[in-house]
Every structure is written in structure tokens, then in C-alpha cells.
């Protein structure tokens, strides 16, 4: 009888060793099985949770007044939408609570991720100077977190963090509008448009190898939507053509175009750099040609403006009057800008999990289980 127990002693005993092992071999990384990847967030209004509410701005860079937030949060949260955001979404997939802005001030542990995003934001600092959170104090607002994060979790366990985390950006068409809202034909030489976006795309480039060299690996980015065919430009437009304005949707085909070109050199230059690249300018073009397919009645006027399409920036203005649609869901976009949160579901679902047609060359689902040989050898 002993003899057939010792065998199995022995064999437990040598299974324990084993993990131990793995555990020892991977003890940097052993937490991540209590924790979700974390998310960073980055970018302009498309992906602002309310960190312009605690800056000193114009309110025509901020959403923390109704009617937004009314269909989902029934209050306004500096969200510039009637509810939820693309990474509010994409956390709930991802199984993270709602990611909060970096400036609230009750927020002090960050092992989720934080939101740097800014209404009005670029890449560019000459982008709304002294009224947004530019790009690059995103950053530096980063930087602060990472350090947080080391003095909290030690060197180890941050490492791990930040190299498993996924880092979201929606940014650049600001650096577009602040020009032609100031001279409309700015943008009609080909040479200003080529220059233009190589300044844009090497800063957003000289970003992505900042955080890169802090230990991020795996990044998801927006490109631009069709800049010239928002109700903004429309109502600007209205008694020319067709109402949109062409130069400003070539620049942002120009855009996405070196974009495409950047990440793809980023991935052959530096090693394990991963991402997912959404084709937001198709994606919101398919829906504005083909509405009914995707559930809008309207895909011209914003639920929530004045003017012509309901384009003037007057959305919730104590000062002005402004229209509001009864059923948001019905429009493409909330105001004159920003698309509604039912074009943002959508959006996020394809990001998420889209094919590589959409979203590429990785998906954000794949992103986010992605993960070191360690973990899937505790796991299993």
C-alpha cells in the first residue's frame, strides 16, 4: 500500500516544483493574473472622458453641460457625445471599469490605465494654444504616471504594467481645423498639405517612441474621418457645391495615408511593436452613404446644433439658441462634430474585433490577450 502512495507523492511533489519554477522564473509577472491589462488613452475629443472640465479653457472645448451624456450617463461628464466614448467600449470588452480622466481628482491608482485625451487637442502645441491638453504634455503627463507606478508597484511589476498595456490614439484632425478655421483656404496647396501632415505625423511618430521606450509594446490608433463632410463644414459650405469641402478631405486622406506608412516602418524598425489601426475614414463614410444599412435616418445634420445641418457650434449654449433631435440614435452625428453613441458602439465593435480590412494588422480583442509565454504558462 505504501508503495503505490509514494509514486504519487513523488509526482505532486515534483509537479509542485515545477510551478514553482515557472513562478519564480515569471514573478514579475505573476500579479497580471489578478489584474486586466491596463489602458492608456490619448488623443482629442473622440476620446476625451473630462479632463477639460478641470482646465481654465472656453466652452467650445468642453462637454460638461447637458444635452451630452444624456442618453447614457443622464448627466453631462465632459464627454463630447450623447453617452459613451469608442474607449468606453472598448473597456467594458476588455473588462475594465470606465477608464477615468487623468485631471479628476479623485483618481490616484492607475493599475487600470488613465484617459490624457483633450478636447480640441493636437499634436502640434500651436494647436488651440493655452486652451487644450496638447499631445505632448499627454505625455508628460504619462511620464508622471509611470513614475507613480515604479514608486507604488517597484520597477518589476511596472515593467510588466506597461509593457502588457494597451495604448489608444485618436488625434490630429485639430491640427487641420485650427488652420482652416482661420483661413478656409489654407489647405488648397498641395505643398502646404504634404508639409503639414509630415509635421503631424512625426510628432505623433515621436510619441509613440517616447512611450515605446518606456516599455509599451502594443498601440491602437483612429485614423482621420472624412474632415470635410462634417455638419461643421457643411454649414460653412451650405451655399457652395455640395457643402463639404474637399481640401480638407484630401488632407485627411493624406493624413491616414502617412500614418499607414508610419506605424508600418515603426513595426520593421523596432521590435516587438504591435498595433491596430482603424479605418474610422471608411468606416464613417460607409454609414453616411448607406444609413439605413447601419440604423441612422440622418446622416447630413447633427442631432444637436443651429444653422444649416444644425452645424453651428451652439450644442447646449446658455447664450444662443440651439435644436436637439428627440432620438439620437437616429443620427450619425450628435453635434456638429462628434458622432452620437450609437456610431461610436459600432465604430469600437470593429476595433475591437474587426477583419483587417477594417481594423489592422492586428484587432484590439487580439491586442489586449496578447500576452508573454509567463502568464500562459500559469494560467494553463
Known sequence: MERAIFPEYLWAFSTLLFLAGIASSCSDRYWLLQKPVAFFIFGDSIFDAGNNNYINTSPRFQANYWPYGESFFNTSTGRATNGRTIPDFISDYAKLPLIPPYLQPDIHDYVYGVNFASIGAGTLVETHPGLVIDLKTQLSNFYKVEKQLRDKLGCEEANTLLSTAVYLFSVGGNDYF?????????FESEYIQKEYTSMVIGTLTNVIQEIYNKGGRKFGFLNLTPLGSLPYIKALKANKTDGCDKDLTEVAKLHNSALSEALQKLESQV????????????????RSENPSKYGFKEVNMACCGSGPYRGYTRCGSVRKPYELCENPSDFLYFDPFHPTEKAYAQIAKLFWSGKSKITGPYNLKYLFKLDNECRTSLIS
Open 178 to 186: 485650427a488652420p482652416f478655421q482661420k483661413n478656409t483656404s489654407f
Open 271 to 286: 521590435t516587438g511593436f504591435k498595433y491596430a489601426l482603424h479605418d474610422f475614414f471608411t468606416s464613417v463614410d460607409e
